[in-house]
């Protein structure tokens, strides 16, 4: 009786594993992607083809700077993939560089889980002069 009842409960297990993969991957049908190159900080490798979407900064992200900096007019949020980062990690301080040379400093980033796992990471953002 325990097969019978795993496999009636397994239809929930099928939803997560295809929902996870869905939105993991769902820049490739979202509007306004576009690739960017992240320069850590450290001095690592850069990770390039970065699947990013940029947001305006609203009343929603005054938050995000978590006291670590002044948000300014002109600061914005950037929504990165993680299934594009190759296992990087934004961290403070990292360069988002956009195909026409534009940087991009991360002032502050977090995770955006779905059911655990990362699927995005939210980053405020000041451009370089």
Known sequence: MTYLTDIAGDWANRWVVTYLTDIAGDWANTAGVVDLTLDPVDG??????????????????????????????????????????????????????????????????SPIRAEGQVIKWRCLCREEE
Do not use: C, H, M
């Not at 992200?61 to 978590?66: E, K, S, W």
């Not at 914005?76 to 403070?92: H, S």
């Open 44 to 109: 690592g490798a850069n990770t390039t083809e970065v699947k990013a979407i940029l947001d305006p900064l609203g009343p929603n992200y005054r938050d995000l700077a978590g006291g670590i900096a002044a948000i300014a007019p002109t600061d914005v949020v950037w929504f990165l993939w993680d299934v594009t980062l190759d296992d990087a990690i934004p961290e403070r301080g990292d360069v988002l560089q956009e195909s026409d040379g534009t940087r991009w400093t991360v002032l502050s980033f």
